[in-house]
């Protein structure tokens, strides 16, 4: 028999590019005594469609049993609940687990399908230079240039545009991972006026906790040192009027015209060296099997591919 529960009726979402900082963002917020925080949520929206429809909760269940990051979790399942209902559970089991009154949740995209289970949700959005993200998303394996590196900026972005459209100004709030790392108790007083509490001095603790040092400020701008001339102008070309509504400054290098010929060639190049890096990580008979097990839709073999794959990508991390 399922339990009566409590439902969690206003979560706040930090959400943004992957890359902005979010991940120390998080480790402040949730250092905050009356903050719990769940990190990497993508897992209640990846399966809600565009028109808003929740998954199948069978097959939901099935995702959910190699979806390393939910598995990290330890959260529990309970099958009598609704999908809403379900993805409300994890938060309340985040809350319960840290004792604390006020929880949050990390997603990086679909973020928008949020208010399909949680109408009253509030947002913080951080933004970070895209010249910084493009380079960084090269350096985790997602991309092999900054063309083709800076995408998961513009759909974390023009996703956000949209969404904060239909966002009173009590439920949203917008903070610059620059401002972060050059004020952080600033900034970190002004969330904590957003949530509705006063600021603690334990949100800085986290780096005597975690393996993430405290805000430093030669982390920002650092495209400036260490992207090539032309790598800079390859973002700018796709995202010169996006960063200067958002308050950045262009480089002042002459603009450049990528062709549709240069574009499929960078689409190539990015995925070979993206291919390249998978066979280095995984080796070249589970890159094959993951490869072949995806388009052979084999889901067993599937399984068993994916509980490989993540137990070398959880190895990483440490």
Known sequence: MTKDISLVSQPIFL?????????????????????????????????????????????????????????????????GLSYPQLINSFLGQKQEQAQKPIIGATVHRHFDRLLHIFPDARFIHLIRDSRDVARSCIGMG?????????????????????????????????????????EPVETLTQLCNFIGLPYNEAMLSYAQKTTYDLPDPSLISQWKRKLSEREIQLV??????????????????????????????????????????????????????????????????QKRVRQKLNVINKSRLK
């Open 142 to 182: 997602w991309a092999g240039n900054v063309y083709i590196g800076v995408e998961r900026w513009i759909e974390a972005e023009s996703l956000w545009a949209k969404l904060s459209q239909n966002l009173s100004s009590e439920r949203r709030i917008e903070v610059t991972y620059e401002a972060l790392i050059k």
């Open 236 to 301: 700018e070309s796709r995202v010169a009027n996006m960063l200067v509504e958002r308050g950045y400054e262009l480089s002042g290098l002459p603009s450049l015209k990528v062709t549709s010929a240069m574009k499929q060639q960078l689409k190539l190049q990015s995925w070979w060296v993206r291919v390249q890096g998978r066979v280095q990580r995984y080796g070249i008979a589970l890159f094959l099997a993951d490869y072949l097990s995806r388009r052979l839709k084999i889901n067993l073999w």
């Open 15 to 79: 959400v943004g590019a992957e890359r902005s900082g979010t991940t120390v963002l998080r480790l402040m917020l949730d250092h905050h005594p009356d903050i719990a925080w769940c990190y990497e949520f993508e897992y209640a929206v990846d399966k809600i469609s565009n028109e808003g429809d929740f998954p199948s909760l069978d097959e939901y269940y099935k995702w959910l049993e190699t979806h390393r990051i939910f598995q990290d979790t330890g959260f529990t399942i309970d099958r």
